[in-house]
T-cell receptor, first 112, second 115 residues
């Protein structure tokens, strides 16, 4: 069974601070996706990373896929209250077909 | 809006009743997925279709659960004889398989409460 461990589970910071969320596994993933979810809504795709070592930037968000394609990180610079939400990483396994394996999520709260 | 849509958004039912949810994927997407999410957890895979064929089912999908995608477009998920443990958010996602990537786009979900 493939598992994705996300850390931290909860994060409460002040506006303007930087933060990093980690997503780790012992399994190799063919791709990894990051989503953000608001209460009562479905996850909204932020980015897909496919190549080991890949770095993608989305405004103040930087996503990195580990060289071995087993881990990923999300770094937010100068967090804003609008960044508040549940951040989920999800991996598509090399041997698990198309199903996504999700981490438990990181609940981020950015206080003004 | 051309995203994934799900109906109903909320469903409250009594234990033992049957419920059916509908998912309309993004129109050109050939794959459709169902996930279940309980409070404080990430979504868990239930099943997926490629066109009208159901290609994979999770062990989470008990005999009381059935999913269909008869014409390769919309899909329905039925739960028979609902139990309180079925209370969760049921999420649908769709994708267009392209080479090695299969980015999934999610609908807003159906929140099921079993009393």
């Amino acid at each position: 069974t493939q598992l994705l461990e996300q850390s931290p589970q909860f994060l409460s910071i002040q506006e303007g601070e930087n933060l990093t969320v980690y997503c780790n596994s012992s399994s190799v993933f063919s791709s990894l996706q990051w989503y953000r979810q608001e209460p009562g809504e479905g996850p909204v795709l932020l980015v897909t990373v496919v190549t080991g070592g890949e770095v993608k930037k989305l405004k103040r968000l930087t996503f990195q896929f580990g060289d071995a394609r087993k881990d990923s990180s999300l770094h937010i610079t100068a967090a804003q209250p609008g960044d508040t939400g549940l951040y989920l990483c999800a991996g598509e396994g090399e041997t698990s077909g198309s199903r996504l394996t999700f981490g438990e999520g990181t609940q981020l709260t950015v206080n003004p | 809006d051309t995203g994934v849509s799900q109906n109903p958004r909320h469903k409250i039912t009594k234990r033992g009743q049957n419920v059916t949810f509908r998912c309309d994927p993004i129109s050109e997407h050939n794959r459709l997925y169902w996930y279940r999410q309980t409070l404080g957890q990430g979504p868990e895979f239930l099943t997926y279709f490629q066109n009208e064929a159901q290609l994979e089912k999770s062990r989470l999908l008990s005999d009381r659960f059935s999913a269909e995608r008869p014409k390769g477009s919309f899909s329905t998920l039925e739960i028979q004889r609902t139990e309180q443990g079925d209370s969760a958010m049921y999420l649908c996602a769709s994708s267009l398989r392209w080479l090695i990537t299969d980015t999934q786009y999610f609908g807003p979900g159906t929140r099921l409460t079993v009393l």
